[in-house]
C-alpha cells in the first residue's frame, strides 16, 4: 500500500505531575505532538489504602502514582490525537513487547471506537516486537530484539528512559523505509543524559523513579497490577535475579 505511515502505538515511558493538572511540549511540532502530562519529582504518589490490588504484592509498593482510572482517560486523549493527526493514512501498528502490550491495546481499541464512530477513519493493522534491556532496575548496554525480521514499518517502546533503546528501534525500523514514523509512549521518565530521543505521542513525564504496573514489570513480576506504582526496595530485593 503506497500511501502507508508506520504509527507507534505501543510504549510506556513516563510522567507524573502534582495532580495530573497541566501539560508541558516536550517538543513544539504539530498540533498535539510532544504534549505530556507532567508529574512532578515531589509528588508523593497516592496511599496504596486508596486502591484495590493484589494482596500477593503487600509490602512490594511505595504508591500508586498513576491510577487506571487516569491512564484510560490520557489514552482516549492520544487516540484524538491520533485520529486527527493520521486519519488519512492506512497505519501499521507496532506493539512493542512485552511492557508495552497493555498500552497498546487500550490505544488500539480507543482508535477503533473512534473510527466506528466518525466519517474520519484508520485503516490499521498490528505487528508485534520484543525488546530486552533491562536486568533487575537497571538498563542494560545489550539491547535484544526478537521478531523484527518480519516487519515492515515501525515502532515504539514501553518506557522511554534514557532513550538509548529507542534510539536503536528506531534507526532499524527505517530501514524499512516507511513514508512516516510516529511513536507512541504512555510514559517518559526525567532521566540524566536523556538523547532527547522522544515520542511523539505521550501520556504522562514522570519522575526517575522504577515504576511497574499496567504490563511494566520488574523480573516478570508486577504486569498483573492496574495501576502504575512505584516499586519499593524491599519489592526490588524480594524478586532481584
Not at 26 to 32: E, I, N, R, V, W
Not at 96 to 123: E, W
Not at 162 to 171: A, P
Not at 199 to 213: L, M, Q, S, T
Request: include cysteine; hydrophobic fraction near 40%; proline fraction near 4%.
Amino acid at each position: 500500500m503506497d500511501a502507508q505511515a508506520a504509527a507507534a502505538a505501543a510504549a510506556a515511558a513516563a510522567a507524573q505531575s502534582g495532580k495530573f493538572t497541566h501539560l508541558v511540549d516536550l517538543f513544539p511540532s504539530g498540533p498535539h505532538v510532544s504534549q505530556a502530562d507532567l508529574i512532578n519529582d515531589d509528588w508523593p504518589g497516592y496511599s496504596l489504602d486508596l486502591f484495590s490490588y493484589p494482596a500477593h504484592y503487600s509490602g512490594d509498593l511505595d504508591c500508586v502514582i498513576i491510577p487506571h482510572g487516569v491512564i484510560m482517560d490520557r489514552t482516549e486523549r492520544l487516540a484524538r490525537n491520533i485520529m486527527d493527526d493520521l486519519g488519512d493514512h492506512d497505519i501499521v501498528v507496532l506493539c512493542v513487547l512485552k511492557g508495552g502490550y497493555q498500552f497498546c491495546a487500550d490505544l488500539v481499541d480507543r482508535i477503533k471506537a473512534l473510527s466506528r464512530n466518525s466519517n474520519h477513519t484508520i485503516p490499521m493493522r498490528v505487528h508485534f516486537i520484543r525488546l530486552k534491556s533491562y536486568l533487575n532496575d537497571q538498563s542494560t548496554e545489550d539491547l535484544h530484539i526478537v521478531g523484527a525480521e518480519d516487519l515492515s514499518f515501525l515502532a515504539g517502546k514501553a518506557i522511554v528512559g534514557t532513550g538509548k533503546t529507542m534510539k536503536t528501534l528506531l534507526k532499524h525500523v527505517e530501514a524499512f523505509r516507511p513514508k512516516m514514523i510516529k511513536v507512541a509512549g504512555l510514559l517518559v521518565k526525567r532521566v540524566p543524559h536523556n538523547s532527547a530521543c522522544l515520542p511523539d505521542y505521550v501520556g504522562f513525564e514522570i519522575p526517575n523513579r522504577f515504576v511497574v504496573g499496567y504490563a511494566l514489570d520488574y523480573n516478570e513480576y508486577f504486569r498483573d497490577l492496574n495501576h502504575i506504582c512505584v516499586i519499593s526496595e524491599s519489592g526490588k530485593t524480594k524478586y532481584k535475579v
